[in-house]
């Protein structure tokens, strides 16, 4: 059964650096998006990707972040310039362009700031 | 604004017995609502999703989940669980398959022999 798959598992960084995430969505999907759940609490949406151009995006998504389909495979994170209260789980999901399907999320990057 | 509340943060079951995890949500039109589950170290996997049609809704796993509007509820059941259940639940709802998921808090199952 296809997969959203995500690299990588873990990462640590330090404060103020440049961090990308690796997303592959399922190969006939074309909506992309992010999402994050700092720990404890929700599982909060960050950016929908569709057709080469971000979608829809939260407040939380602000100037720091970007997003980028690099290749026909690829969907990536960038967060610029960490701060702490970027560690959190990530979550990269995919979903097909009909009606009424359903979006397929991959296992994760947990992503610690110091 | 959407919201939804998973009441329960913890709750525990003995193997066996049946399972009943609480989910409200506040929408404005008809919601597409759905159940996930987050093994530890997985990704989100959906159990069951509600888009129309019948209330009751059957999901994988042994699974099912009752829609009710006039309760902005969609209760996720099972009736025997079983130790893989262990786990951690999300309901979320959504305009559409598509469009930005809202998700609960999340329920923690634990479950003993």
């Known amino acids: 059964e296809p997969e959203v798959t995500q690299t990588p598992s873990h990462q640590v960084t330090q404060m103020g650096q440049e961090v990308i995430l690796r997303c592959v969505p399922i190969s006939n999907h074309l909506y992309f998006y992010w999402y994050r759940q700092i720990l404890g609490q929700k599982v909060e949406f960050l950016v929908s990707f569709y057709n080469n151009e971000i979608s829809e995006k939260s407040e939380i998504f602000d100037d720091q972040f970007s997003v980028e389909r690099p290749d026909g495979s690829n969907f990536t994170l960038k967060i610029r310039s960490t701060k702490l209260e970027d560690s959190a789980m990530y979550f990269c999901?995919?979903?097909?362009?009909?009606?009424?399907?359903?979006?397929?999320f991959g296992p994760g990057t947990r992503l610690l700031v110091l | 604004a959407q919201s939804v509340t998973q009441p329960d943060i913890h709750i525990t079951v003995s193997e066996g017995a049946s399972l009943e995890l609480r989910c409200n949500y506040s929408y404005g039109a008809t919601p597409y609502l759905f159940w996930y589950v987050q093994s530890p170290g997985q990704g989100l996997q959906l159990l069951l999703k509600?888009?129309?049609?019948?209330?009751l809704v059957q999901g994988i796993k042994g699974f099912e989940a009752e829609f009710k509007r006039s309760q902005s509820s969609f209760n996720l059941r099972k009736p025997s669980v079983h130790w893989s259940d262990a786990a951690e639940y999300f309901c979320?709802?959504?305009?559409?398959?598509?469009?930005?998921?809202?998700f609960g808090k999340g329920t923690r199952l634990s479950v003993i022999a």
């Open positions: 509600y888009f129309s049609g019948d209330t």
């Open positions: 979320a709802v959504g305009d559409s398959g598509n469009t930005p998921l809202v």
């Open positions: 999901a995919s979903s097909p362009t009909e009606m009424g399907e359903t979006q397929y």
